[in-house]
T-cell receptor, first 113, second 116 residues
Framework: AQTVTQSQPEMSVQEAETVTLSCTYD???????LFWYKQPPSRQMILVIR??????QNATENRFSVNFQKAAKSFSLKISDSQLGDAAMYFC??????????FGKGTKLSVIP | GAGVSQSPSNKVTEKGKDVELRCDPI?????LYWYRQRLGQGLEFLIY????????KSGLPSDRFSAERTGESVSTLTIQRTQQEDSAVYLC??????????????FGPGTRLTVT
């Protein structure tokens, strides 16, 4: 079983600036994946980025990148050049085994024009 | 192509009534998942299907909850004798196959259930 903790209920960032969302996790599995999902007001969860635990290189997807610190069990999301459309709830999730994702409670990101 | 769809979008029901929530996965996706999201919380895993089989029902909150799936298509989540604590958004997701490590889960927009 996994646990996922997001310690920042809310964050805000100025448009075009950079923001980092924090996530820590715990798992007894040696092979696992970590995910960041975005949930806009439409409620539809959208996969932002995923990291395979066995890969040391941090994943990047355009303006989104992660800082994966395996020993510290930390998986933060960095959003560069923030845009108004980035405003949403962001959920960190962990998956191991075949099917189950465990989600954190989320961070609400506001983008200030 | 069409994504995952869920109906109804919103449902208000009286305490004690039964409700049925529907999920239409992406065509060809063999795996289907149900999650519950309470206000201000993350997603809570409920149940998954591989084809029309649900091998593990331990995530369902109580015996008032049940789910079924027809083949590799529509799934319904039924809540009997609804209680106020059942109020939440119920999200459905599907993927090509079960392995979460390999296959992205595509989510629907959810059904917001309000029990009065």
């Amino acid at each position: 079983a996994q646990t996922v903790t997001q310690s920042q209920p809310e964050m805000s960032v100025q448009e075009a600036e950079t923001v980092t969302l924090s996530c820590t996790y715990d798992t007894s599995e040696s092979d696992y994946y970590l995910f960041w999902y975005k949930q806009p007001p439409s409620r539809q969860m959208i996969l932002v980025i995923r990291q395979e635990a066995y890969k040391q290189q941090n994943a990047t997807e355009n303006r989104f990148s992660v800082n994966f610190q395996k020993a510290a069990k930390s998986f933060s999301l960095k959003i560069s050049d923030s845009q108004l459309g980035d405003a949403a709830m962001y959920f960190c999730a962990a998956g191991a085994g075949s099917y189950q994702l465990t989600f954190g409670k989320g961070t609400k990101l506001s983008v200030i024009p | 192509g069409a994504g995952v769809s869920q109906s109804p979008s919103n449902k208000v029901t009286e305490k004690g009534k039964d409700v049925e929530l529907r999920c239409d996965p992406i065509s060809g996706h063999t795996a289907l998942y149900w999650y519950r999201q309470r206000l201000g919380q993350g997603l809570e895993f409920l149940i998954y299907f591989q084809g029309n089989s649900a091998p593990d029902k331990s995530g369902l909150p109580s015996d008032r909850f049940s789910a079924e799936r027809t083949g590799e298509s529509v799934s319904t989540l039924t809540i009997q004798r609804t209680q106020q604590e059942d109020s939440a958004v119920y999200l459905c997701a599907s993927s090509w196959d079960l392995a979460v490590l390999s296959y992205e889960q595509y989510f629907g927009p959810g059904t917001r259930l309000t029990v009065t």
